[in-house]
């Protein structure tokens, strides 16, 4: 009968034994998180104090991050959500530290590659994200000059822009994430060259008329039948 | 806030001058041509009509590199005697300097606001460097009020030629005075007279480091005085002919200039805007009197071009700020020949009111989204050249009454869609 208590028993003095062991570590894990997401509060409140103390929102607008955050529908200011995401950055870096202070080796394993990982991940969705908003920025501002200029193909003058910066962008993200990186340079440089000689051949063979017609009207003098406006805007 | 600093001359200066009744300022910029003939009329003015008034010319220059400066100082009227029936009691002072700051009239207009300070004037009077028809005359209209008047704040009422100060026309003075309900005509004319209370005022503002500095200081000084409670009044000047623009200057960044300037405004006044509705004229100086007024050449066809070009290529960015409905109007335009196109004015006030909300939600980066209604105005700036070709001055000015009348008309709308849409952001 003992014989067969002890059997029962063992396990559960192995569990238990095993379980007095694990919880330090899970106190531990408990502490540092609360730690953690105490101190990552503390850091995104200096971090909003301090964005705001430098205007950071007023260049925010300026840049187009606003305009952006609005068609995402982020209606918080600018300064705020970056506080938010470097606040659950940390709260995620907090967690990875109290897991690995469990000690289980399969979970150190994880922690340890997504530490690895992290930074070039982290620097790649940057590059992607400012990529993205400064594509927006230019591509609209050479949109709105170029039909400020009377210039006829402003859209797909624009559209080109923002393609070729999306593929640099791309590009730039991908290496970064070290994917295939090789394939990658070789992939855009092929596709980047390709572009350029296209609209240099389709513009150099395509528009020979055009340039002609434009270096005889500069030989033959500017015509003068076009009024100029004198209007006082202001 | 970090206040004025001046150079030690300039300090001796004002320290020997102790006080004055009467500042008049003068930015410049590279204005050698100009300025003498301003100093002198401003000289004569002082002279006839302040006598024995203490009175200093103030030249606050952004460097100057054609000797401005020099013009300034060495520009008088030789006999007083041959203008003037009796002799002036008081001495004119003259104090030209380089102003230190963010390089705009803004920064210009702040050192003079601060001398007007240090010297304790009663009255001050800031005109621009390149005008051509200043008189004598325009320093007595826009001093006496102060002086004599009890206003704190005047601006100038001009002739212009129909087809000028098309921004002012259709935009601003619509705008402003359906916002704050008072009839000033050229709330961004450049030439005002005010009292050395407002000047003060004007002083502790938290704006020097601001856009304010670069440019929109004329459009922040009127709207300054009218929402902050400060007797406004206008005065009739004549005709304003000043040194002809830079050709090159690009229009975008003058509407880009002009307008963020009053929508900012918007911004930091909203609770003084949004109950007022109607308007009332504010007091007139002055005799009006018709102007002979240079010719002024158009080419509407190249106009409506751009509006064309507009409506072909920034569609995304208008249907995302006037909205579907509007935009379908804008599109209906599109379709018209150049004889039968007319911009009809009550869409014209929603697309002003549009593009103050896309501005308030921040839809798009401040400049890109002003710049984009730069073919919307050349189009309505075409429309009423169209309409008002065959028409006299005063039928002009009935076109742009009407204007007005459907902003303040229409201000509900604007204040709904402010208070509804603002509260998301």
Redesign the interface.
């Known amino acids: 009968m003992m014989d067969f208590l002890n059997l029962i028993l063992e396990p559960l003095q192995e569990v238990f034994s095993k379980f007095k062991a694990f919880v330090p570590n899970l106190l531990a894990m408990l502490a540092i998180l609360v730690l953690g997401i105490v101190l990552a509060r503390l850091l995104k409140f200096i971090l909003v104090k301090s964005l705001i103390a430098i205007n950071f929102d007023s260049w925010s607008d300026r840049m187009g991050f606003t305009a952006l955050m609005r068609k995402g529908d982020i209606w918080a200011k600018p300064s705020a959500t970056l506080g938010a995401i470097i606040f659950w950055l940390l709260v995620i870096v907090t967690l990875m530290i109290g897991l690995s202070a469990l000690k289980i080796p399969a979970i150190d394993n994880l922690v340890e590659q997504a530490f690895i990982y992290m930074p070039r991940a982290f620097s790649a969705a940057v590059i992607l994200m400012i990529g993205y908003v400064l594509t927006g920025f230019i591509s609209q501002g050479v949109l709105v000059a170029a039909v400020n200029s009377g210039y006829h193909y402003a859209k797909l003058l624009a559209d080109a822009i923002r393609i070729l910066l999306m593929v640099l962008i791309l590009a730039m993200a991908m290496e970064q994430l070290q994917i295939a990186p090789s394939i990658v340079l070789a992939a855009f440089t092929i596709i980047f060259g390709g572009i350029v000689i296209t609209l240099a051949i389709s513009f150099g063979v395509g528009g020979i008329d055009a340039a002609r017609r434009m270096i005889e009207k500069e030989a033959a003098g500017k015509p003068d039948a076009e009024t100029k406006d004198d209007i006082e805007h202001l | 806030m970090n206040d004025v600093t001046f150079r030690t001359g300039v300090h001796e200066q004002i320290g020997k001058i102790g006080s004055a009744d009467i500042i008049v300022g003068i930015p410049s910029f590279n204005n050698a041509r100009t300025i003498a003939h301003v100093v002198r009329a401003v000289q004569a003015g002082l002279a006839k009509y302040f006598p024995s008034h203490k009175a200093v010319i103030v030249n606050s220059d952004g460097g100057s590199s054609d000797g401005t400066i020099e013009v300034v100082q060495n520009s008088s009227i030789e006999d007083f005697n041959a203008i003037l029936l009796h002799h002036r009691v008081e001495p004119i002072f003259k104090i030209a300097f380089p102003y230190s700051g963010i390089p705009g009239k803004g920064s210009a207009f702040r050192s003079i606001f601060e001398i007007a300070q240090r010297l304790d004037a009663k009255a001050c009077v800031v005109v621009d460097s390149d005008l051509r028809s200043i008189t004598p005359e325009w320093i007595e209209l826009l001093v006496k009020p102060v002086l004599n008047g009890g206003f704190d704040y005047v601006a100038p009422l001009y002739h212009?030629h129909k087809?000028?100060?098309?921004?002012?026309n259709s935009i601003i003075y619509p705008l402003t005075r359906a916002l704050y309900g008072k009839r000033v005509r050229q709330p961004?004319g450049g030439d005002f007279g005010f009292s050395g209370k407002l000047a003060q005022f004007y002083l502790t503002q938290d704006v020097w480091e601001s856009d304010v500095a670069r440019f929109g200081i004329d459009i922040w000084m009127t709207t300054t005085a009218i929402a902050n409670g400060f007797n406004v009044a206008q005065s009739f000047l004549g005709a304003k002919i000043h040194d002809a623009?830079d050709p090159g200057a690009?229009?975008?960044s003058?509407?880009y200039q002009?307008v963020s300037a009053t929508f900012d405004l918007m911004e930091s006044h909203a609770k003084v805007w949004t109950p007022i509705r109607g308007s009332e004229p504010v007091t007139t100086f002055g005799f009006e009197y018709t102007v002979g007024l240079e010719?002024?050449?158009?080419?509407t066809a190249?106009?409506l071009?751009?509006f064309r070009?507009?409506l072909?290529?920034?569609r995304d960015?208008w249907v995302n700020i006037l909205g579907a409905g509007d935009f379908r109007e804008v599109e209906r335009l599109g379709t018209l020949s150049d004889s039968e196109f007319c911009f009809p004015i009550g869409l014209w006030t929603r697309v002003i009111y549009d593009y103050a909300i896309a501005f308030h939600?921040?839809?798009?980066?401040?400049?890109?989204l002003i710049?984009?209604l730069?073919?919307l105005y050349v189009g309505k700036?075409a429309s009423f050249i169209l309409a008002a070709e065959h028409m006299e001055g005063h039928e002009a000015e009935a076109e742009i009454e009407k204007l007005c009348m459907e902003f303040e008309n229409n201000k509900d709308y604007l204040v709904t869609s402010w208070k509804f849409q603002g509260d998301?952001?």
Do not use: C, Q, W, Y
Not at chain 2, 163 to 168: E, L
Not at chain 2, 295 to 299: D, F, I, R
């Open positions: 212009r087809f000028d100060g098309t921004i002012t961004i623009k690009d229009l975008s003058m509407l002009v010719h002024v050449n158009v080419n190249r106009m071009n751009l070009e507009g072909a290529n920034l960015i939600l921040k839809k798009l980066p401040a400049e890109h710049k984009s730069t073919p700036t998301k952001s």
